[in-house]
């Protein structure tokens, strides 16, 4: 049963997925506006297990179980793949997984292909209705990478190495679409798992499959776990906030992409807490919602508001300090609202889930 009389900015606890879970993936399901849960990890324990939440009913449907255990994937649904998420790559039991799994959310049916090198800790980006991208992350021999990797359903059933290599070799760095129909992505920051975290940004053509390196566009100190927001015209920019600068300090402060001009500038405005790690998600009044991350948060929230100058305001908290947790947009006849899960603080799992009503 819907939830019912409808509210604005607050948060509802539903019921729990079926396991705790970190570094599992989240995905909107366009058939049905269920959201897919997929694999993860609680202490040495990785899953193979998924499980769709159900808006109407705000519980978990336990579903078919991958191929194989994962956690630090990606996973996306193209549109052109009829219905299907595919998740890419991830570590399982075994190491570094090579395979890309694509798995029907309604029938549990599943597929398999492989990448052109096993990759985990990776970031993804769809381009165009076809084109799958992704960038970065650890072999199965724990160096990190600095090539990517592309699926063009339009024109191939596998992956292959797209030209070129992007500017630093690292992880947690972000990967943003310019816009729902563009083949062209922004790729920001990141770290190489030690001291160092990078500046450096590029962009990614999917037309050609090559990266471009942005030079004269460097970010306002080093940062890695920075969630990136692209801002649909007329703002037409993307959003960069917090991200950890070094492994003792963390960022506050937000950066703003100009696609127009490729240049970035640092807001007056700063965050309500530094944090890293957190989520950052889209509204459809404008407004992007961040949750959780590490830092001086951690169970506080905000509002980053463009049309008042991107000010911060902190909303009502979300159950549980987290971080690598996942939310996901989950629209409706009303303003939509997100899903949180799982996520971890320190040694501690989750497998609570809450609902912000825009």
Request: hydrophobic fraction near 35%; aromatic fraction near 10%; glycine fraction near 10%.
């Amino acid at each position: 049963m819907p939830f019912s009389p409808r509210r604005s900015n607050v948060w509802v606890t539903v019921s729990p997925m079926s396991v705790a879970r970190t570094y599992h993936s989240s995905t909107l399901i366009s058939q049905d506006n269920s959201v897919l849960i997929a694999g993860g990890i609680v202490g040495s324990t990785v899953h193979m297990s998924t499980e769709k939440f159900i808006p109407s009913t705000g519980c978990f449907q336990q579903m078919g179980n991958m191929p194989r255990t994962r956690y630090l994937h990606a996973a996306d649904q193209l549109t052109a793949l009829s219905g299907y998420v595919i998740f890419t790559g991830g570590y399982g039991v075994g190491g570094t997984l090579s395979y890309a799994d694509l798995f029907h959310p309604l029938t549990s049916n599943t597929l398999t292909i492989t990448l052109s090198q096993p990759r985990y800790r990776h970031t993804s980006a769809i381009l165009g209705s076809s084109k799958l991208i992704l960038i970065g992350g650890y072999n199965q021999t724990a160096i990190v990478i600095d090539t990517g990797d592309v699926l063009d359903v339009g024109s191939s059933s596998s992956f292959s190495a797209a030209n070129g290599v992007y500017p630093t070799t690292g992880f947690g760095q972000t990967v943003t679409r310019l816009g729902n129909n563009s083949d062209v992505a922004f790729i920001a920051g990141g770290t190489n798992g030690g001291s160092s975290f990078f500046t450096s940004t590029s962009l990614f053509h999917g037309s050609t499959n090559t990266f471009i390196s942005l030079v004269s566009v460097v970010l306002t100190g080093g940062r890695a776990y920075h969630p990136a927001t692209y801002l649909p015209p007329p703002i037409h920019k993307v959003l960069i906030t917090g991200g950890q600068a070094t492994p003792w300090v963390i960022h506050s402060s937000m950066l703003l992409f100009d696609v127009a001009t490729l240049t970035v500038t640092t807001l007056t405005s700063t965050l309500s807490t530094t944090r890293y790690a957190h989520t950052a998600t889209l509204l459809p009044n404008g407004k992007v919602l961040l949750v959780g991350g590490s830092g001086n948060s951690l169970k506080s929230c905000e509002l980053i508001d463009p049309a008042n100058n991107y000010s911060s305001t902190v909303v009502n908290y979300v159950n549980g300090n987290r971080y690598f947790h996942t939310a996901t947009f989950i629209p409706d006849e009303y303003n939509g609202t997100v899903l949180v899960c799982g996520g971890h603080a320190g040694t501690a799992y989750y497998d609570t889930c809450d609902l912000y009503f825009v």
